[in-house]
């Protein structure tokens, strides 16, 4: 996986495949840190060794690199990587990167990613916020709303894709994460 954003739709995907119907993501990037938290109703986690790369609950093959790779990525730079199972089910996921640190890798397309996910996974209710300070948070991306105002054949219009695109774009430009132009550690 080569940037955040491609980490972060390997962990929407496990929710789905969890059998998850809602996935709340919530990103904060501040003194060079970035900082992600995934929550998600579906089945948890079973076992503790989720991040072995040799363990995994997939049929198709024996190895999953995605949770192994996220840590290791996170822990190069001196984050973390915390994965719990929720009171009453589902997962919480966090993990920290210190941008700063010359192992960081890149943003990547994270609105393209949440985009991504609403056209892959319809059925599944997305919802992305911006923490701001410690407890605040502003709501950013719903796709349950986005589907109660368009429906399915207005949503695959390039115009429609577009504007959802680069309205979630300019919301994450807010707290300093561009696609277009990297990230700035000034």
């Not at 009453?88 to 990613?113: Q, R, S």
Request: with cysteine.
């Amino acid at each position: 996986m080569k940037d955040i954003a491609d980490h972060i739709f390997d962990i929407l995907e496990n929710s789905v495949r969890a059998g998850a119907t809602e996935v709340q993501v919530v990103l904060s990037f501040n003194q060079k840190r970035f900082f992600c938290e995934i929550t998600d109703n579906g089945r948890g986690i079973t076992g503790n060794e989720v991040t072995d790369p040799f363990v995994t609950s997939r049929k198709e093959r024996r190895v999953g690199l995605g949770l192994p790779l996220l840590k290791r990525a996170a822990e190069s730079t001196g984050g973390f990587l915390k994965i719990s199972n929720l009171k009453g089910g589902g997962t919480c996921l966090e993990f920290e990167i210190n941008l700063a640190h010359i192992d960081a890798k890149p943003f990547g397309d994270i609105a393209k990613t949440f985009i991504d996910a609403l056209y892959c996974w319809p059925e599944v209710r997305f919802s992305v916020f911006l923490r701001e300070g410690k407890e605040r948070k502003l709501a950013i991306f719903d796709s349950k709303k986005i589907r109660e105002i368009v429906n399915n054949s207005e949503i695959k219009q390039k115009e429609v894709r577009d504007f959802i695109y680069n309205s979630l774009a300019q919301e994450l430009k807010k707290i300093g994460i561009d696609f277009q132009f990297g990230v700035s550690l000034s």
